[in-house]
């Protein structure tokens, strides 16, 4: 009998088939793992009607090695338990796995500087992951991109001119960084001021221009009533960035926002479930719910927080927001 060749590929490499369907049961368990995942979440929530956290905003520090026009956190890096220690991390990672949360976002301030006790960034990601169906990270992308976590949010709030002056003059550095990275999940994070809303065209087309970006979600300034109030929208502001925003997505720019999200945050009378999101902070405090209550002036007509609208029409099973959360946080499992 001849012999049995392996399959060529282009380029004179070789593969064996054997091997092409060991990799697309692995793919195809983690695709079932998540799915299983999120049903049994939904079971839960929506039939045995239990009050359990889907995701989780987990600041890890509030200190940063830039200074953003906005940002409320890194000044109060100097304050006590202003970074979480190992041993709290762990204990507060391990909390939110009793409360049934599945995905797990690191914050800061900037997470990427985050170390104590001999362990950094990687080592705590790395613990997560064997937890959560999804860890994720938001970083200002001044740092080595290249962590083991599943999705990597990297913030860009306009145009070159108009990022150097919301962020510490760092807008050079993060494209640097961002297309020397081999990260397999990084998107752009915008948050949409008074500054930067007539700018997200030329933003938007920069960003889907640059290979190692899979996609780019926004969210509106919301003011802590900390000093940063002069970069809020007005309610016309607001309207038309977000219907530029729709016009963009509809042409194929890569916007991760569901078309139902960002219609809802329009009107803003969406029904909100703010108990599907946890909150930790740097003391290792665990709340639930909406993070500026009892930290700010709560206008909830106001509210910019794009991920609460698409977690709360998702728990309403709006197709858009499903397909949404899908594609953030549980495709890297296979799909």
Not at 63 to 72: E, Q, S, T
Not at 163 to 191: A, F
Not at 312 to 328: D, F, Q, V
Request: net charge positive; glycine share 8%; hydrophobic share 35%.
């Amino acid at each position: 009998m001849p012999r049995k060749r392996p399959l060529s590929v282009p380029g004179g490499q070789a593969c064996c088939l054997d091997q092409r369907i060991v990799s697309r049961l692995w793919r195809n368990q983690g695709r079932m793992k998540s799915i299983i995942s999120l049903l049994c979440f939904l079971f839960s929530t929506k039939v045995l009607r239990k009050r359990m956290p889907l995701l989780a905003n987990f600041k890890l520090t509030y200190r940063c090695n830039l200074k953003c026009a906005g940002c409320p956190f890194h000044v109060r890096s100097q304050e006590e338990n202003s970074h979480m220690s190992w041993e709290t991390a762990i204990r507060c990672l391990d909390r939110l796995k009793d409360t049934g949360c599945r995905i797990v976002i690191f914050e800061g301030g900037e997470p990427l500087l985050w170390k104590d006790a001999g362990r950094d960034f990687t080592d705590l990601v790395r613990y997560a992951k064997r937890h959560f169906l999804c860890v994720g990270a938001t970083t200002n992308g001044t740092l080595n991109l290249d962590v083991p976590t599943d999705i990597l949010w990297v913030s860009i709030d306009g145009p070159e001119k108009t990022h150097n002056e919301l962020r510490s003059n760092s807008y050079e550095k993060v494209l640097s960084n961002i297309r020397s990275s081999g990260h397999k999940k990084l998107l752009v994070h915008c948050t949409i001021n008074n500054r930067n809303w007539t700018e997200l065209d030329e933003l938007i087309r920069t960003v889907s221009g640059i290979e190692q970006i899979k996609g780019i979600t926004l969210q509106l300034f919301y003011p802590y009533n900390q000093g940063e109030e002069e970069l809020a929208l007005t309610v016309s502001q607001r309207k038309e960035a977000l219907l530029k925003v729709i016009e963009l997505k509809n042409r194929g720019y890569p916007v991760m926002n569901s078309f139902q999200g960002l219609k809802a945050m329009i009107r803003n009378t969406w029904t909100c479930h703010d108990w599907l999101l946890a909150n930790v902070d740097p003391d290792g405090e665990l709340s639930v719910g909406c993070y500026v209550a009892g930290r700010g002036d709560i206008k909830c007509r106001q509210c910019g927080f794009t991920p609460v609208a698409e977690a709360s029409l998702s728990y309403e099973l709006a197709p858009g927001a499903l397909y949404t959360g899908w594609r953030l946080f549980a495709s890297h499992r296979g799909c």
